[in-house]
């Protein structure tokens, strides 16, 4: 397994565990949660799901020509933008999805790239 593949799935594993760790609280403190944790878990699903596809549109264009590289990129992001429009229209439509906890469910992947690297910093000055 490549140094890029482990780092991708240490990620999505941390971004599980935070969406698990951050269900319980719900669960825990809400008195109807479940909306709260479905909004939550699709949010984060989704996340996921456009990290994957940016990981794999990254590693294609390495091996493009290279006046086919801005067109691709340019193309998936778009589709990964309209993925985000699609689900937020969802999540704004359906009564059983809580809107603010599907935005927060789409900031997991850049909460724990954040996390990673502050706790990389500190480890580094002690």
Excluded: C, W
Aim: a positive charge.
């Amino acid at each position: 397994m490549s140094l890029v593949e482990n780092t991708g799935h240490k990620i999505i594993r941390r971004v599980v565990i935070l969406i698990i760790i951050l269900s319980g609280i719900i669960l825990i403190t809400i008195p109807e949660p479940k909306e709260y944790v479905l909004g939550l878990i699709f949010g984060g699903i989704i996340n996921l799901l456009n990290f994957r596809l940016m990981s794999i549109t990254l590693e294609k264009s390495l091996n493009m020509p290279q006046g086919k590289i801005m067109p691709y990129i340019l193309a998936n992001y778009m589709i990964r933008y309209l993925i985000y429009g699609i689900v937020l229209t969802i999540a704004a439509l359906a009564d059983y999805l809580n809107f603010l906890m599907v935005i927060i469910g789409f900031f997991m992947v850049k909460v724990i790239i954040l996390l990673d690297t502050f706790y990389d910093m500190i480890k580094k000055n002690k």
